[in-house]
């Protein structure tokens, strides 16, 4: 109770602000009540928080079992459909971030969201991973304030770091979320392995990805990197996992390895092959358009795709290497050196 009293100002000085008559409070966990409920007040929303702990007194297994979650669901499912009311059912998930609790949860319900967001940071992510109505995998982007969650309506300036003070082993990317563009800062530090056997960390990038690219720029480029430790993260935590980030990490690794800063105006997309290629990306045009928005003035690109001139400088390149050559300088910058 303490803490509804808390949250009441939030809720009242919202942009659409909901007062006591509005809202509807019934601390329940017994289902055949809360159908009663519902069909009695017929809300227009209905949140239920959580399927986990109602039950039907009916089935003698515990709340949470997977005999209580699908009846109890369908039984939600029948109500809401019969009286026209909007639903929102509250899951937990475990610990490899699925859904707790049986398959069928997922079947039955319309839309599937994740509330994602790293305890540390101040954003967090509203992703939808199942969709009847409308695309999937698309996100929403919201940051933590004192008043609660606020959406983010350019997400890029949140995931972009500060472009005046670029450092060694430092990219640029666009990365894609459904069918939203995010430009993302992607930093790379390589040194030399201080405990025997190289030490390999990341955080928002996909690891295996890592692994993979540190074994080609060895391999196809002479890179000498398997006696070093190498932590790559993208700025602010997001989740990097898609292949189009391939070409900005490898990039910010050979420019950390190199002690050279890539021109913060540019922007790197492209997916790398076990043979050092460059292979083409979705989306690109997309992906262009959003960095050409935030000020970008070049782009190096998969060799073979024909984007549409948004007054980019375009750099298409076949192999890694020629994206290496392109984007980082053979010598360090000069204090004269404009960026």
């Known amino acids: 109770t303490e803490q509804l009293k808390n949250r009441q100002p939030k809720v009242e000085s919202a942009a659409t602000p909901i007062t006591e008559q509005d809202l509807y409070l019934l601390p329940e966990t017994d289902l055949e009540v809360i159908l009663r409920e519902l069909e009695s007040l017929k809300p227009q929303l209905a949140v239920i928080d959580s399927i986990q702990t109602v039950y039907f007194s009916s089935l003698t297994s515990a709340p949470g079992s997977v005999a209580q979650v699908r009846e109890c669901t369908s039984a939600l499912m029948q109500v809401a459909k019969r009286e026209n009311i909007t639903l929102l059912i509250v899951g937990h998930v475990t610990k490899d971030g699925g859904i707790a609790g049986p398959r069928v949860l997922e079947h039955l319900v319309d839309t599937v969201l994740y509330f994602e967001g790293d305890r540390f940071a101040s954003h967090r992510l509203l992703r939808s991973?199942?969709?009847?109505?409308?695309?999937?995998?698309e996100i929403g982007v919201f940051e933590m304030v004192a008043h609660g969650l606020k959406e983010v309506s350019n997400p890029s300036e949140l995931f972009l770091g500060n472009r005046d003070d670029f450092s060694p082993g430092t990219s640029t990317v666009v990365a894609l979320e459904g069918t939203r563009p995010i430009v993302v800062e992607i930093q790379a530090l390589v040194s030399p392995a201080s405990y025997g056997s190289a030490r390999r960390a990341t955080t928002g990038v996909d690891s295996s990805r890592l692994l993979q690219i540190l074994a080609v720029l060895e391999k196809r480029v002479g890179i000498p990197l398997s006696k070093l430790d190498a932590y790559?993260?993208?700025?602010?935590?997001?989740?990097?996992?898609?292949?189009?980030?391939?070409?900005?990490?490898?990039?910010?690794?050979?420019?950390?390895?190199?002690?050279?800063?890539?021109?913060?105006?540019?922007?790197?997309?492209?997916?790398?092959?076990?043979?050092?290629?460059?292979?083409?990306?979705?989306q690109l045009e997309l992906r262009l358009r959003e960095a050409a928005k935030l000020g970008f003035k070049r782009a190096i690109i998969p060799k073979g795709q024909s984007p549409a001139d948004l007054g980019l400088q375009i750099i298409p390149v076949s192999k890694v290497i020629d994206a290496i050559i392109a984007s980082i300088p053979a010598q360090p910058p000069t204090m004269n050196d404009e960026f």
């Open 129 to 137: 991973m199942k969709n009847r109505f409308g695309a999937t995998h």
């Open 232 to 282: 790559v993260a993208s700025v602010g935590g997001l989740k990097v996992e898609e292949p189009a980030a391939d070409l900005g990490i490898a990039i910010a690794i050979v420019a950390s390895f190199r002690d050279r800063v890539v021109d913060p105006r540019t922007i790197l997309i492209g997916e790398i092959g076990l043979g050092g290629q460059v292979r083409p990306v979705s």
